[in-house]
């Protein structure tokens, strides 16, 4: 099974700061991966797929970048409403798998 | 719009079964598969396989196998996940995601989620 890391697992941050995911993966997936945005109590909300194309409706201030084993998730402007748990998903090989999230707090 | 509706919560006893729907709307189910994920409180997100809405092509996640049913009727563009054998570790929110079939995947869209309890 293809492993995904993400570090960090919890971030401290404040509204206006630049925020950067780091997701890396135990053998190269190309560029199939996504990234998912979840809230306590919510299912979990698609922001970004095929490691960097902006899922329709999300804000501009998310973007994806990586290919291969190195992948980056980046909030440009860290929003009240983006604090939220942040996951990364391949889709490259079955099973599927995500990595094990990352809590943005202020 | 696009709508999955997942069945209502259940408490379940050890060793008893639990088949939780996820009553799809506003797309063609033969264009897509349905993904189900689980979330036990308070960790992280767990594959654990996929219908295909098309031929009903199925993959399950290894852990599960022998497990796990995903069934599908295409009358009502429902989906359906049975877990048996049920262990207090089940306990957790499983939801259905829809994923276009093809090269790309991506869940766009998801269910509310269904808490199934495993407890004594």
């Known amino acids: 099974d293809i492993q995904l890391t993400q570090s960090p697992s919890f971030l401290s941050a404040s509204v206006g700061d630049r925020v950067t995911i780091t997701c890396r993966a135990s053998?190269?997936?190309?560029?199939?991966l996504a990234w998912y945005q979840q809230k306590a109590g919510k299912a979990p909300k698609l922001l970004i797929y095929?490691?960097?194309t902006l899922q329709s409706g999300v804000p501009s201030r998310f973007s994806g970048r990586g290919s291969g084993t190195e992948f980056t998730l980046t909030i440009g402007s860290l929003q009240p409403e983006d604090f939220a748990t942040y996951y990364c998903?391949?889709?490259?090989?079955?099973?599927?798998?995500f990595g094990g999230g990352t809590k943005v707090e202020i | 719009q696009v709508q999955l509706v997942q069945s209502g919560a259940e408490v379940k006893k050890p060793g008893a079964s639990v088949k939780v729907s996820c009553t799809t709307s506003?797309?063609?189910?033969?264009?897509?598969?349905i993904h189900w994920v689980r979330q036990a409180p308070g960790q992280g997100l767990e594959w654990m396989g996929r219908i295909s809405g098309y031929n009903g092509n199925r993959n399950y996640e290894q852990s599960l196998q022998g497990r796990v049913t995903m069934t599908t009727d295409t009358s009502t563009s429902t989906a359906y996940m049975e877990l048996r054998s049920l262990k207090s570790d089940d306990t957790a929110v499983y939801y259905c995601?829809?994923?276009?079939?093809?090269?790309?995947?991506?869940?766009?869209?998801w269910g509310q989620g269904t808490l199934v309890t495993v407890s004594s």
């Open positions: 506003g797309y063609t189910f033969s264009t897509h598969a």
């Open positions: 095929a490691a960097s």
């Open positions: 995601a829809r994923a276009p079939l093809g090269p790309y995947i991506n869940f766009d869209y």
């Open positions: 053998q190269g997936i190309s560029n199939f």
């Open positions: 998903q391949q889709l490259n090989t079955y099973p599927l798998t």
